[in-house]
């Protein structure tokens, strides 16, 4: 019979931290956080900015989408660490500085592009990516953007609709309201 090991835990004061310098929203900030948290924790926990999610913790789901230095990348799958000196932009950070909603935004809201919420991070922040790129996205394209984004609620036809009219408002007149991306050549 083989004896089990002890197990044995680090005590929290054991675990390495850092002071991160970030630009989050606009605003330079500066948080101190573990070597391993994630920078969906730090978001959360940390700087109170609820519109990033934690859904699966895997990548899949898409609801703690940010954008990273104007790249939309999903906040569970990136050490805090790595995002020193980074730019990070959140849901909260999206609409224009004096409030309310962009384009985009208000496109999900007149076309019932959501439901519950959850997944608004990564429609929103797929559908910036996509629009910078393209004002004339085909529904095949949208519905390529916003796949790695799951919603368990509208069927998705809601959120194409909702993007599509997101162009047509910003190639009438709206512009510089998505952000430029690096696109692959």
Not at 66 to 75: F, N, Y
Not at 127 to 141: G, H, K, M
Not at 142 to 163: D, M, P
Request: charged share 20%; glycine share 10%; with cysteine.
């Amino acid at each position: 019979m083989t004896e089990a090991l002890p197990t044995t835990t680090a005590p929290e004061s054991a675990i390495p931290t850092r002071e991160l310098s970030l630009t989050v929203n606009g605003r330079p900030c500066r948080v101190v956080c573990q070597d391993r948290q994630l920078l969906v924790e730090v978001l959360r926990e940390q700087l109170r900015l609820k519109g990033t999610h934690i859904g699966c913790l895997n990548g899949d789901c898409g609801a703690c989408t940010v954008e990273l230095d104007g790249k939309a990348i999903k906040s569970c799958l990136v050490l805090a660490p790595a995002a020193e000196g980074s730019e990070i932009i959140t849901l909260e950070g999206v609409g224009p500085d004096g409030g309310g909603l962009d384009p985009l935004q208000q496109a999900f809201w007149d076309n019932d592009g959501f439901q519950c919420g959850f997944c608004v991070p990564g429609q929103i922040f797929a559908a910036r990516q996509l629009l910078a790129r393209t004002l004339e996205p085909s529904d095949a394209e949208i519905r390529e953007a916003v796949a790695g984004n799951i919603c368990r609620c509208t069927g998705y036809q809601t959120i194409i609709e909702s993007v599509r009219a997101a162009a047509q408002a910003i190639g009438e007149g709206t512009e510089g309201l998505v952000p430029e991306v690096d696109t692959p050549a």
